[in-house]
C-alpha cells in the first residue's frame, strides 16, 4: 500500500480559503479518478492533518480500498474545523507528520509520502530543512501544493521537498482541486509530473 499525510495549512493566512483547500481535498479523495487509482492501487493508507503554530491529527490513519471508504474520508476532512492559527509552522507539521507513520498498523506501506498544502512559507527555513532531512532519513517522500507567490513556491521547493518529490504551484486557489487530484494520482502510481 502507499501511505499519504495529508497536510493542510490552517494558518490564519487561510481565513478566506480554507473552506475551498477543505472542500477541494474532499472531492478530489472522493473523484471517479482518484477512487479508481485507488483500487488499481488495492489499498492506500491515508491520514489527514492541520497546522499552523500547533499541528492536530484531525483524521487518523484510515485504509481505503473501496469508494465507499473514499466517501468516508471525504465526510471526516469536511468536518474539520479551521484552526486560524497565527503562524506557519511548516516544520512542526512535517516533524508530526513523520512521526505519526509509526502509528500506521494497517498495512506495511511501500511508499510513504507526506502531502503538504500550503499558502505560505515557515518563519524559519532552516527548521522546515531541518524537519525534510528527517523525513528524508527514514524514506519519506515530501510533495508540496503551493499557491501563491512564486517565491514562496520556490522556497518550498528549496528547503521542504525532498529530492525525489515535487512542487505543484499555482497563484489561484480555484486551481487547487485539479493539482491536488492530479497529484494524488501521480503518487498512486509511483509517478512524477515530469515522468514519461
Known amino acids: 500500500a502507499v501511505a499519504l499525510a495529508l497536510v493542510l ?3 490564519g493566512s487561510m481565513n478566506r480559503d480554507f473552506h475551498t483547500q477543505r472542500e477541494e481535498t474532499a472531492r478530489a479523495v472522493e473523484s471517479p479518478q482518484v477512487v479508481e487509482a485507488i483500487q488499481r492501487q488495492g489499498a492506500v ?3 489527514v492533518h492541520q497546522f499552523a503554530t500547533e499541528v492536530r491529527v484531525e483524521v487518523p490513519w484510515q485504509l481505503l480500498r473501496t469508494e465507499a471508504d473514499a466517501q468516508q474520508l471525504a465526510r471526516a476532512i469536511r468536518s474539520i474545523q479551521f484552526m486560524n492559527g497565527p503562524d506557519t509552522y511548516i ?3 512535517l516533524n508530526v507528520a513523520t512521526h505519526y507513520f509509526d502509528e500506521l498498523d494497517a498495512c506495511i506501506p511501500d511508499q510513504q509520502i507526506i502531502d503538504l498544502s500550503t499558502d505560505g512559507v515557515d518563519p524559519g527555513v532552516q527548521q522546515m530543512a531541518d524537519a525534510r532531512d528527517t523525513a528524508q532519513s527514514v524514506g519519506i517522500r ?4 503551493a499557491v501563491g507567490q512564486p517565491e514562496d ?3 518550498l521547493r528549496e528547503y521542504a521537498m525532498t529530492p525525489d518529490g515535487f512542487v ?3 497563484v489561484r486557489w480555484s486551481e487547487y482541486a485539479s493539482l491536488f487530484r492530479r497529484k494524488i494520482i501521480l503518487e498512486l502510481a509511483h509517478s512524477s509530473p515530469w515522468s514519461n
Open 9 to 11: 495549512d490552517g494558518s
Open 153 to 155: 513556491a520556490n522556497v
Open 91 to 93: 516544520s512542526r507539521a
Open 45 to 47: 493508507a491515508v491520514a
Open 168 to 170: 505543484l504551484h499555482t
Open 142 to 145: 515530501i510533495n508540496v501544493i
